[in-house]
């Protein structure tokens, strides 16, 4: 399938590793002109996703430095996207998972550390782009979250309060800007093998004084196809929500668990 994204500018939020990184090789796989980004230090990682993209798919993504909890780093970015590639038709907004904990954990200081980094900025960036969008007269703009928004995870408080944020506001969004022909959808992971999932593992194992090999294989027992995901798997289906083919999809919230969520 042709999925309509080669010479596309598509921006990708905190992408030198994780999902991040996925979603742009996948893109760059379809031709796109792919903008990743992160922050200051992560930028040797940042190099090292530009050299793995281009190794993999023989298309160069272009790199800029952005701490998506800066409201000024996101205007620059996009405006430098702008001046140097043009329009952004595609966006993926990616962070960073906040701290794990339960509520009396945490003081207002890592509230507001996690509003800033998994609603705030999303809001910022969306923001951002919105006028390219309306100069082109298309858009598409995918929110990663969590399976928690369908599911509430234990020991995720921040996650399960500020990802519930992030599906309210796509779902406004998807109708306000419609007419534009821009679609927000929202897609959440399960559990995918990244290095946020083996860290919470450590956690997990830790309170039940097991091994994290141990935790794992209990873990996989109540998985329906007995496995973690694959960044690849996830990449894929945000690749179809941001391109052409997708031209009626919007306003969703959809998992890439392998069936793990019981909730409808």
């Known amino acids: 399938m042709n999925l309509g994204l080669k010479g596309k500018n598509v921006l990708v939020m ?11 090789k996948e893109l760059a796989h379809e031709g796109a002109n792919v903008v990743i980004c992160t ?6 990682e940042l190099d090292n996703a530009v050299q ?9 993504p272009h790199k800029y430095i952005c701490n998506i ?6 205007k620059k970015l996009v405006s430098n996207v702008n001046n140097d590639l043009g329009d952004i ?13 339960q509520f009396e954990d945490f003081s207002d200081t890592e509230w507001q550390s996690a509003f800033e980094t998994c609603l705030l900025s999303y809001v910022r960036t969306i923001r951002a782009v919105l006028p390219s969008m309306k100069r082109i007269g ?10 928690s928004v369908k599911d509430t995870l234990e020991n995720l408080i921040l996650s399960n309060s500020m990802r519930m944020g992030v599906v309210g506001m796509s779902k406004t969004l998807s109708k306000e ?22 860290n919470l ?18 873990d996989l027992k109540s998985f329906p196809l007995g496995r973690y995901g694959n960044p690849e798997e996830y990449a894929k289906l945000a690749t179809f929500l941001l391109s052409e083919s997708n031209s009626y999809i919007s306003g969703q919230t959809i998992l890439v668990d392998g069936a793990m969520t019981s909730a409808y």
């Not at 298309?138 to 399976?147: C, D, E």
């Not at 800007?177 to 083996?198: A, H, Q």
């Open 52 to 60: 793995d993209i281009f190794r993999e798919t023989n298309n160069r």
């Open 201 to 218: 593992n450590k956690v997990r194992a830790e309170k039940q004084n097991i091994s994290v090999e141990e935790y794992e294989k209990n």
């Open 69 to 74: 909890n800066n409201p000024e780093d996101i």
């Open 177 to 198: 800007f419609g007419k534009y022909n821009i679609l927000i959808n929202v897609i959440g992971p399960g559990r995918i093998s990244t290095d946020r999932i083996t």
């Open 138 to 147: 298309a858009g598409r703009i995918i929110n990663s979250t969590s399976s």
């Open 89 to 101: 038709y595609a966006l993926a907004n990616m962070c960073p998972g906040p701290k794990p904990g």
């Open 39 to 44: 922050s200051k230090e992560y930028e040797d």
């Open 14 to 24: 905190a992408s030198a590793a994780g999902l991040g990184k996925a979603i742009a």
